[in-house]
């Protein structure tokens, strides 16, 4: 099993190593997703953090021998939903140390990796569309929409 890291230092070495493309893929699951969405939305606020995290994944996919293309590879509205939902999570619990946080974040969601279903259709999440761009949820509204 691949354990996450949990302190601080582990985790910028953990992100700098996805950052580069050196992690290994087997090594980049949901629960690296979140820690590093929790991290960029800590460290960059909501906006930053999507563009950040948009380029840190395409570049990634790439780097591990993966293709971006309109069926497989980045999805915009998935890691979007993600950073939105993260960031009210922060909202909620702030003030925090950014580890503290990541590891909570990591914590709460990590058995929630279908929670956008909460929120989407499936076609909708697993459209063409939905990869290219932001398509808001069409079941439930997330908090701050």
């Not at 906006?47 to 994944?57: D, N, P, Q, S, T």
Request: with cysteine; hydrophobic share 40%.
């Amino acid at each position: 099993m691949n354990h996450l890291p949990t302190t601080e230092e582990e985790m910028t070495s953990f992100l700098a190593a996805f950052e580069t493309g050196a992690l290994p893929k087997e090594r980049w699951t949901h629960g690296a997703h979140l820690l590093g969405g929790a991290w960029y939305v800590h460290l960059l606020g909501e906006e930053a953090a999507l563009k950040h995290m948009r380029g840190c994944v395409q570049r990634y996919n790439v780097a591990v021998g993966g293709q971006n293309t309109p069926t497989s590879g980045y999805n915009e509205t998935v890691t979007a939903f993600w950073i939105k939902l993260l960031n009210e999570f922060l909202k909620s619990r702030q003030p925090m140390a950014r580890s503290e946080f990541v590891n909570l974040a990591v914590t709460h969601f990590e058995p929630q990796r279908d929670i956008y279903a909460r929120y989407y259709d499936f076609d909708v999440i697993a459209s063409i569309e939905a990869r290219v761009r932001w398509i808001p949820p069409n079941l439930a509204a997330l908090n701050g929409e």
